[in-house]
């Protein structure tokens, strides 16, 4: 069993089972209301219930590596920092072991070099056309990227 992991607020875990069969999840978050806003916290004991379910079969993880990016502002960088290491810490209390992968190394696999956001969406749909229903909206593609991410642990980790 594979799974993928892409760590954003609005991203997802994608879990290929030995069968085939496709599993996706939302990263489990929730909106907090902050001075004259709201904003959105990760929720870490519903994103380890997500892990757990899993825990007791024979399972490797795939976690994009994340990093800053320039022109990414610096809350935007923390928050998606913060995402990835609630998964590390995850991963490493349930003793579960995993890969990190860049973007870059996935996306030239899964995505034969095309770094398009939305491209992911269809691509996910071309490889598994019985989760298209749960890839159809362009929201979804932190599940895509999941997926995507999942499909090529699989292949590397033969």
Known sequence: ???GIDPGQ????AVILGNGAVHLHDTPTESVKKGKGNKTEYLPSAMADIIADYEK?????FLESVHSMPGQGVSSTFNFG???????????????????????AWKKVM?????????ARGRAQQLFPES?????????IGRADALLIAEYGRRMHK
């Open 1 to 3: 069993m594979i799974i």
């Open 10 to 13: 609005t991203g997802a875990v």
């Open 57 to 61: 079969h024979d399972i490797h993880v």
């Open 82 to 104: 913060k995402g990835y290491g609630i998964w590390i810490g995850i991963l490493a209390a349930l003793n579960i072991p995993y890969t990190l992968v860049t973007p870059q």
């Open 111 to 119: 995505m034969l070099g095309n770094s398009d956001k939305d491209a």
């Open 132 to 140: 298209s229903k749960e890839l159809s909206l362009k929201k979804h």
